[in-house]
């Protein structure tokens, strides 16, 4: 049986984009019960984990990742239990997570604990699968484990609704998105199984934004009201 070579890192990042920008697009909804059975236990390896951070309708931090997953079935005894392939640890924090798409059907992304397991067979030795979870405002920080070792991380986070400070291991390399839509770009490298990275938190500084520009507004208004009272009753009482 030949294997197939993993896809060259430059096709990698257009198919991952283009799973990120579907992800991104699709509604926030809960995941219900299933009931599929597991599949055979696996060596997973997690070629590009791509994360985007923001703040949705609800006030809630909203986490959309992208992955593309190499996985190596191991030959088992068809007689063994089968158990399903761990994709992700969440922190505790975390709720409504489920899958969106990609190679993987959402309905095989199953919580278990703090993780998320595929359940049921994948399509190919390299795949790609799109997921979401949320987090309350008041969380200090997004934990990122890595359960399968991460080959390259990059996280995007909405610079205009959340401020970011990353901790160790995660460097700033650039601005992207439009102006409407600006994101900050973090980036790690390799990230071994076990490892964990955090990114600090705040999601009020477009709010003291929009309060200080009320503030401001305010003030302006109030002194011009006055100087041309001033000018009014001066004029009045003339010479």
């Not at 257009?14 to 926030?28: D, G, I, K, M, V």
């Not at 409504?96 to 030795?125: F, Q, S, T």
């Not at 401020?163 to 770009?185: F, W």
């Not at 990230?191 to 009320?214: C, M, N, S, Y």
Request: proline share 10%; charged share 25%; with cysteine.
């Amino acid at each position: 049986m030949t294997r197939r070579a993993p896809p060259s890192p430059c096709r990698r990042r257009r198919t991952l984009r283009r799973l990120f920008y579907c992800a991104t697009l699709l509604p926030l909804v809960t995941q219900g019960p299933t009931g599929l059975h597991a599949q055979d236990e696996s060596a997973p390896r997690i070629l590009e984990r791509q994360i985007r951070l923001t703040l949705d309708e609800s006030g809630e931090y909203r986490v959309i990742e992208a992955l593309l997953v190499q996985h190596e079935q191991q030959a088992l005894d068809p007689a063994a239990p089968s158990r399903p392939m761990p994709l992700l640890a969440l922190q505790d924090e975390a709720t409504g997570a489920r899958g969106l798409g990609g190679d993987v059907p959402p309905r095989r992304v199953v919580r278990e604990g703090n993780r998320l397991v595929i359940v049921g067979e994948v399509p190919r030795p390299v795949f790609e699968i799109a997921v979401t979870y949320r987090l309350p405002r008041d969380v200090p920080a997004l934990v990122l484990r890595a359960v399968p070792p991460v080959d390259a991380l990059t996280v995007f986070v909405d610079r205009g609704r959340v401020e970011a400070r990353p901790e160790a291991g995660l460097l700033r390399e650039e601005d992207v998105g439009p102006a409407s839509q600006p994101s900050v770009k973090y980036a790690a490298g390799a990230v071994p199984a076990g490892g964990t990275l955090r990114i600090r938190l705040t999601a009020d500084r477009t709010e003291w934004r929009e309060r200080f520009g009320v503030m401001a507004v305010t003030l302006v208004a109030a002194a011009t009201a006055g100087f041309w009272v001033w000018r009014r009753s001066d004029q009045l009482a003339g010479p």
